[in-house]
């Protein structure tokens, strides 16, 4: 079966971010998948201009733009900061809007509370939904993310690794699905190849 690619997106460009710690885990993880090929991006590498904004600067970041259009799916790896995800993860999603099209989504948050960022992952939710990006059932939750990762980032609680791997099947499905639909299902946003052939 034909390889997914599946980018994670760090969300934060705080210094001494904790969530930078699942977000690698999370990638060496992914890793181990061999139906799986993954990239991490980090908003901290992403120059945005203080004058231009969104959709037009696109263009700016050929890296970012290519690996969406050819993307099967996205993981966000965001943390909470008061109730709502960080404007840096918003510039770099603004940057591109058609290529999130009928292609799954699905959160981890994170917090240095006991909630895990819940409530950012449903702040994030009416946001990507916009983008046409389809929210996967399961979300990936790190509550104590201090307490869960030690400093040079090692797993503390083995428990994550099964809570992880259901969160990845779920991606996994929704995304081959929804890769199926693309090629597969003509909508205004892409047509299958029968329909191109005939043309």
Known sequence: ??????????????????????????????????????????????????????????????????????????????????????????????????????????????????????RVIEAMVPMVRELGLAVTFSDLNFPKVQQTFDAEGKLLDPAVEKRASDFLDELVWMSRTLKWGRENVPSKFHSAPEAKESQ
């Open 1 to 118: 079966m034909e390889k997914l690619f599946l980018p994670v997106l760090l969300g934060t460009n705080r210094k001494q971010r904790n969530s930078v710690h699942p977000a690698k885990w999370l990638v060496g993880e992914i890793e181990k998948r061999p139906e799986i090929e993954t990239k991490l991006f980090d908003v901290v590498d992403f120059v945005l201009p203080r004058d231009d904004y969104g959709q037009a600067i696109k263009d700016q970041f050929p890296e970012w733009r290519d690996a969406i259009i050819r993307a099967d799916g996205l993981v966000i790896v965001s943390p909470e900061y008061n109730h709502g995800y960080p404007g840096p993860l918003k510039a770099v999603l603004d940057l591109l809007l058609r290529e999130y099209v009928h292609k799954a989504v699905a959160f981890v948050g994170v917090s240095a509370g006991p909630w895990g960022g819940t």
